[in-house]
């Protein structure tokens, strides 16, 4: 928020500090719907989108875990679907459950997209096999209790 700035509430709040994690949070979601490549023209100044230009195979991660989304547009500028990347620290998540997260994540995404009126709350987050996991195999504790006299 531009009338708080960071430094401010890192200082008011003066949280434990650790070169490990991030003072204030450890989750960052970014959402953008500005073209790739496109520019905002102010008086005295032209803002270019370089985030093509200055992306990388593989990003440090600054927080635990960030997500981020852009709209992608056509030639024509219209709408054309979305495009995102998770970054993860790796001494704090698998890439298997980085994969897990993002197949979530894009489930919920396509339903969504397919029902824009759809309440979040009926949105399936969990595919078929994982749910038997889940539900059935991790639920899977029934014993046999020998009688006792």
Same mark, same amino acid.
């Given at each position: 928020?531009?009338?708080?700035?960071?430094?401010?509430?890192?200082?008011?709040?003066?949280? %434990?500090?650790? *070169?490990?994690?991030?003072?204030?949070?450890?989750? *960052?979601?970014?959402?953008?719907? =500005?073209?790739?490549? /496109? %520019? =905002?023209?102010? !008086?005295?100044?032209?803002? =270019?989108? *370089?985030?093509?230009?200055? %992306?990388?195979?593989?990003?440090?991660?600054?927080?635990?875990?960030?997500?981020?989304?852009?709209? +992608?547009?056509?030639?024509?500028?219209?709408? /054309?679907? =979305?495009?995102?990347?998770?970054? @993860?620290?790796?001494?704090?998540?698998?890439? @298997?459950?980085?994969? &897990?997260?993002?197949?979530?994540?894009?489930?919920?995404?396509? %339903?969504? /997209? @397919?029902? !824009?009126?759809? &309440?979040?709350? @009926?949105?399936?987050?969990?595919?078929?096999?994982?749910?038997?996991? +889940?539900? +059935?195999?991790?639920?899977?504790?029934?014993? +046999?209790?020998?009688?006792?006299?």
């Amino acid at each position: 928020h531009q009338e708080v700035p960071f430094e401010k509430l890192v200082e008011e709040l003066a949280p %434990a500090r650790s *070169m490990a994690r991030h003072p204030l949070f450890q989750v *960052m979601l970014a959402v953008q719907n =500005v073209a790739q490549g /496109a %520019a =905002v023209d102010l !008086p005295g100044a032209r803002i =270019v989108d *370089m985030s093509a230009e200055l %992306a990388t195979e593989a990003a440090a991660a600054k927080f635990d875990l960030e997500v981020s989304a852009g709209e +992608v547009f056509d030639a024509d500028g219209a709408p /054309a679907g =979305v495009r995102g990347d998770i970054t @993860a620290a790796v001494d704090l998540f698998e890439p @298997a459950t980085v994969a &897990r997260f993002a197949e979530r994540w894009v489930r919920v995404l396509e %339903a969504v /997209a @397919a029902d !824009p009126e759809l &309440r979040l709350s @009926a949105v399936d987050v969990l595919g078929e096999a994982e749910r038997r996991r +889940v539900l +059935v195999e991790w639920n899977d504790t029934g014993t +046999v209790v020998e009688p006792s006299t």
